[in-house]
């Protein structure tokens, strides 16, 4: 089965760090490219990041909400995505999901631009922010 | 940054109905929309993708439509199961995807 799981979620101080890890298994991760998206309590969803897959050089973008205190990452030999929030607010809390972007009609290792969707989402960690 | 928004925000429906969806974008977006259903207390499962192709896995039931600035979620025959909250989402603007506020479908 393709998964994803979040993990690293719980309690942080604002000021403090947090790093969030989204473990893959039954799809190729060093092909696929990965996402984070967040979804504060009661509200929709947020876009705050991608890593590009190696062949892209493993580039990242990000929301301008979150550019400069967040940091995405992969360990492609163990299969993982990391989200490093540094300079915790408390509009940071939230649901963080981890997400495989994934191009239509597109077969393989794919650049990951204009008109992508998720296939697959974790279920999701929490994080809460609060002195 | 281009702004979605769907109507209605909420919406009461009975087994059987069919129902549909708005969701408009603040400037053209191609066909570049995204439809996904949250259940309460999970992750969203993408429904449709480029506006009208049906992931796999999903029932027929669903369907959409539209380009450029307008476009629809499409439920024929509403299950128990499909009462969630929907949200659109456009790439147009990719890697930066926004979503609509969302639609809550109730049970009447």
């Known amino acids: 089965d393709v998964q994803l799981v979040e993990s690293g979620g719980g309690l942080g101080q604002p000021g403090r760090s947090l790093t969030l890890s989204c473990t893959s298994s039954?799809?190729?991760?060093?092909?696929?490219?990965m996402s984070w998206l967040r979804q504060a309590p009661g509200k929709g969803l947020e876009w705050v990041g991608l890593i590009r897959s190696s062949a892209f050089g493993g580039t990242t973008e990000y929301a301008a909400s979150v550019k400069g205190r967040f940091t995405i990452s992969r360990d492609r030999s163990r299969s993982i995505a990391y989200l490093q929030i540094h300079s915790l607010k408390t509009e940071d809390t939230a649901v963080y999901y981890c997400?495989?972007?994934?191009?239509?009609?597109?077969?393989?290792?794919?650049?990951?631009?204009?008109?992508?969707?998720?296939?697959?989402w974790g279920k999701g960690t929490t994080v809460i922010v609060t002195s | 940054d281009i702004q979605m928004t769907q109507s209605p925000s909420s919406l009461s429906a009975s087994v059987g109905d069919r129902v549909s969806i708005v969701c408009r974008a603040s400037q053209t977006i191609g066909t570049h929309l995204n439809w996904y259903q949250q259940k309460p207390g999970e992750a969203p499962e993408v429904l449709i993708y480029?506006?009208?192709s049906l992931q796999g896995g999903v029932p027929s039931r669903f369907s959409g439509s539209g380009s450029g600035t307008e476009f629809t979620l499409t439920i024929r025959s509403l299950q128990p199961e499909d009462f969630a909250t929907y949200y659109c989402?456009?790439?147009?603007?990719?890697?930066?995807?926004?979503f609509g506020q969302g639609t809550r479908l109730e049970i009447k």
């Open positions: 480029a506006a009208s």
């Open positions: 989402q456009q790439s147009y603007s990719a890697p930066r995807i926004t």
């Open positions: 997400v495989r972007p994934r191009m239509p009609f597109c077969v393989g290792e794919c650049y990951i631009s204009t008109g992508y969707y998720m296939d697959v």
């Open positions: 039954g799809f190729n991760f060093r092909d696929s490219g």
